[in-house]
């Protein structure tokens, strides 16, 4: 079967283009989503994905209308090749069903590698650099030495409520109880900002 799938961002924008595209190219059933093209949940490409058996094609009017990116892409066709699914794309000239189809998917594959690859490289040098400068690569730190100390003093009091406390700081509550516990004692990951002298001991119970 020629399984057809076309998608736009918002529902002011209309499919009609598409679908007639898809009708002339003799797909069997059609299926849609209205969502943004780095959205990962899109339920009517779920269900063409999951109705296609070995021997069907996936229809498509043009390429960025099934991936968030190339290597999506790539990934994503790769994955109905093993399933003997083909690709077809009406205004790109490729059907991965064909010998030239297989060929020009296979650059955009070695496209994407490259696309990865400079990502890779580029991510590497950044923190190379920062490490330089004497900074450390990542998300910057949420819970801080001054946010943690309050934190103690905050959940030793036992009239103050774990998720007031989380707002008052500006972290999330399963950031607060992962450097302290209920009772305001310091838990293993404080003493990264502590020092090993700055955690106390939990007296037991």
């Known amino acids: 079967m020629l399984i057809g799938y076309m998608r736009v961002s918002t529902g002011e924008q209309n499919l009609d283009l598409q679908r007639d595209a898809l009708d002339r190219a003799g797909c069997n059933r059609v299926f849609d989503d209205v969502c943004s093209g780095r959205a990962t949940e899109r339920a009517g490409l779920d269900k063409a994905l999951d109705i296609m058996r070995d021997g069907d094609t996936l229809v498509v009017w043009k390429l960025d209308r099934i991936g968030r990116s190339l290597p999506h892409v790539v990934g994503l066709v790769g994955d109905l090749q093993k399933r003997g699914v083909g690709l077809k794309v009406l205004t790109g000239d490729i059907d991965t069903t ?3 189809g297989r060929l020009v998917f296979g650059i955009f594959a070695t496209l994407a590698e490259f696309e990865r690859d400079l990502i890779h490289e ?3 040098a950044g923190l190379a650099a920062a490490r330089a400068r004497g900074r450390a690569g990542g998300r910057p730190r949420v819970m801080t030495k001054q946010k943690l100390k309050a934190a103690m003093a905050l959940m030793a009091d036992r009239d103050n409520a774990a998720r007031d406390v989380a707002v008052q ?5 399963s950031t607060l109880y992962a450097y302290v516990d209920a009772k305001g004692q310091p838990r293993e990951r404080a003493s990264e900002l502590l020092g090993k002298r700055g955690v106390r001991p939990r007296i037991a119970a």
């Open 169 to 173: 700081l500006g972290v999330s509550v």
């Open 98 to 100: 064909t010998v030239t």
């Open 122 to 124: 580029r991510t590497m």
